[in-house]
C-alpha cells in the first residue's frame, strides 16, 4: 500500500474529538488546521498562550491591529466576549486545569506518553515555549503528527531518544494513518483511517500498539 | 500622585549599562519597545543579560527582523534566557556557535519567575518540567502525594516594557495580546522604562481601568514610530 502525507485528515478527525464550548489550546501549524473542519454547531473557546481567552479568525488584509498576534506572532481577531491576560494569569490558566485539550505538533511520541518537540540537540532548538506548561496543565493532551518522518521511521515510537517536552502526559495520538489512546505503556488503536488497515500499521511502526476490539475504519 | 520623569529613547538607552541583566517585554515582537530598542542599539551596549520570552522574529531569508532581535544581531548579549528562540535564526546560530549563552525556561515557569521576584516571593513549586531536562539540577518537592519543582524567582537591573499608554504618574494601560510579560516585568526591577504611544495627564485614566500601577515604573520614553 502506498502511504501519502495527508496532513488534512488529520485535523479532520481532531475537529470531531469537540463538543460545544470546550476551551481548547492549538499549536501552531498542524493543529490551527482543526478549526476549518469543525462539525456544525460545535464553537471552540480558544486560547491562546500569550495572553488571550476568545481567538478569531484571522483579520482580512489591510485590518490588522500590531497589538494582536497569535501564539506564532501572526495577526489575530478577537470573538465577542474574548479578553486578554497577561502570562502568568495566561499560564495560571493552563497549569491551573482550565483548558480542556491541548493540540500539540510533535517530533517524537511514545507508548509511555512522553513527547519530544522542542530540541534535536546541535541542530535544531527552536526552545519549548509555552509546550510544557500546557501539556502538564491541560486535562487531554493530543499529539498531532504526520505518521512517519521523511526516512519512512514511525514518530510513534518505544522510547523518546529526542529531548522529552512532556512525560507520561499524552492522552491521544493523531496521525494520518490512524487515531491512538495511550494507556498502560502502550499505544491503542482506536480507529484507522482508509485505506489503511491495523495489519499494516502495525507493520509499519516500531512500537506496541493494541488494536482495540472497538477498532474500526473511518473514511475521512 | 507626583509626575515621572518623561525621557528621551537615548537617555533611557544611556541607563543601560554593559553587565546589565536587562528584561524586555514583548512576544513575538508584539508589545516589544521598539523605540528604546532602537535607541540601545545606536548606543552599542554590549555585554547585557536579555530576559524575554523570546527573541522575536529574525528571518534569514525573508529578512524579516523585528522586536528585541536587532540588538541579538549586534551580538548585545552574552547570554539569553528566554522560553522560545525558534523564529528567530540569528539566535539560534549564536547558540550553536557557542558564541550566546541560551537557557531555556518554560514559558509558564519564566512568567512566574518573574512574577516572584517582583512580588518578594522566594520561588514557587510547579509540575512544568517533571521528567525533561527542565529538572536537572533543581530540588523536587512533595505535596499532596504531587511531584513539584522548585524554581526561583527572577529579577533584573532595568526592565524595558511597552504599554499603550500611561498617565504622568506611570500608571499603565496595555493593548491586545502586548500585554504578555510587560506588566510582569514592571514589576521584577531596580529600574523601570515604560515606552508608551500615549501620555496623559494625571487623573485622566480611570482607576479602575489601570492594569501597571504607578509604584512600578520610573520614568517614561515617548513612542516614536520607525521612518521606513
Known amino acids: ?220 | 500622585m507626583l509626575a515621572k520623569p518623561i525621557i528621551s529613547a537615548a537617555e533611557a538607552a544611556g541607563r543601560i549599562k554593559s553587565g546589565d541583566v536587562l528584561m524586555s517585554g514583548g512576544f513575538m515582537g508584539c508589545g516589544a519597545p521598539d523605540t528604546i530598542i532602537r535607541a540601545l542599539k545606536a548606543a552599542g551596549t554590549k555585554g547585557l543579560t536579555l530576559i524575554s520570552t523570546d527573541t522575536a522574529f529574525h528571518d534569514f531569508k525573508t529578512g524579516r527582523i523585528n522586536g528585541i532581535a536587532p540588538l541579538v544581531q549586534d551580538r548585545a548579549f552574552v547570554r539569553i534566557i528566554a522560553s522560545h528562540i525558534g523564529l528567530n535564526h540569528e539566535t539560534q546560530r549564536q547558540m550553536n556557535a557557542q558564541e550566546t549563552e541560551v537557557e531555556l525556561v518554560p514559558q509558564g515557569t519564566l512568567a512566574e519567575r518573574i512574577r516572584c521576584g517582583g512580588a518578594g516571593i522566594g520561588g514557587f513549586l510547579t509540575p512544568t518540567g517533571l521528567g525533561t531536562e527542565v529538572e536537572e539540577g533543581k530540588q523536587v518537592i512533595t505535596v499532596d502525594d504531587r511531584s513539584y519543582l522548585l524554581e526561583r524567582p527572577l529579577k533584573a537591573d532595568v526592565a524595558i516594557i511597552k504599554a499603550k499608554k500611561a498617565d504622568k504618574a506611570g500608571n499603565l494601560i496595555y493593548a491586545g495580546t502586548a500585554r504578555n510579560f510587560n506588566p510582569l516585568m514592571a514589576t521584577a526591577a531596580e529600574l523601570v522604562i515604560a515606552e508608551v504611544e500615549e501620555i496623559v495627564e494625571i487623573g485622566e485614566i480611570d482607576p479602575n481601568q489601570v492594569h501597571t500601577p504607578s509604584i512600578f515604573v520610573d520614568c517614561l520614553v515617548r513612542s516614536e514610530t520607525q521612518e521606513s
Not at chain 1, 71 to 99: K, N
Request: aromatic share 6%; charged share 20%.
Open chain 1, 1 to 220: 500500500m502506498d502511504y501519502t502525507p495527508n496532513k488534512e485528515n488529520i485535523a479532520k478527525r481532531i475537529a470531531r474529538i469537540f463538543k460545544n464550548g470546550d476551551v481548547v489550546n492549538l499549536g501552531i501549524g498542524l493543529p490551527t488546521l482543526v478549526v476549518d473542519h469543525l462539525p456544525e454547531g460545535v464553537t471552540l473557546i480558544l486560547q491562546s498562550e500569550n495572553g488571550l481567552m476568545g481567538l478569531g479568525p484571522a483579520p482580512e488584509k489591510g485590518q490588522e491591529d500590531p497589538d494582536m498576534v497569535n501564539a506564532g506572532g501572526a495577526p489575530l481577531s478577537v470573538v465577542p466576549g474574548g479578553c486578554f491576560f497577561d502570562s502568568a494569569t495566561s499560564f495560571g490558566i493552563i497549569r491551573g486545569g482550565h483548558v480542556d485539550y491541548t493540540v500539540l505538533g510533535v517530533l517524537e511520541v511514545d507508548q509511555q506518553g512522553n513527547l519530544a518537540n522542542y530540541k534535536v540537540p546541535g541542530k535544531m532548538v527552536p526552545g519549548m515555549g509555552g509546550a510544557m506548561d500546557l501539556t502538564i496543565g491541560a486535562r487531554v493532551v493530543i499529539a498531532a503528527t504526520l505518521h512517519f518522518e521523511p526516512s519512512g521511521a514511525s514518530r510513534l515510537k518505544r522510547h523518546c531518544k529526542l529531548p522529552l517536552t512532556a512525560a507520561g502526559e499524552v492522552n491521544y495520538v493523531v496521525t494520518d494513518v490512524g487515531m491512538f489512546e495511550i494507556v498502560g505503556g502502550r499505544f491503542h488503536l482506536l480507529e484507522c483511517f482508509a485505506p489503511y488497515t491495523p495489519e499494516w500499521i502495525l507493520e509499519k511502526t516500531d512500537a506496541e500498539i493494541h488494536v482495540s476490539t472497538s477498532c474500526k475504519t473511518v473514511s475521512l
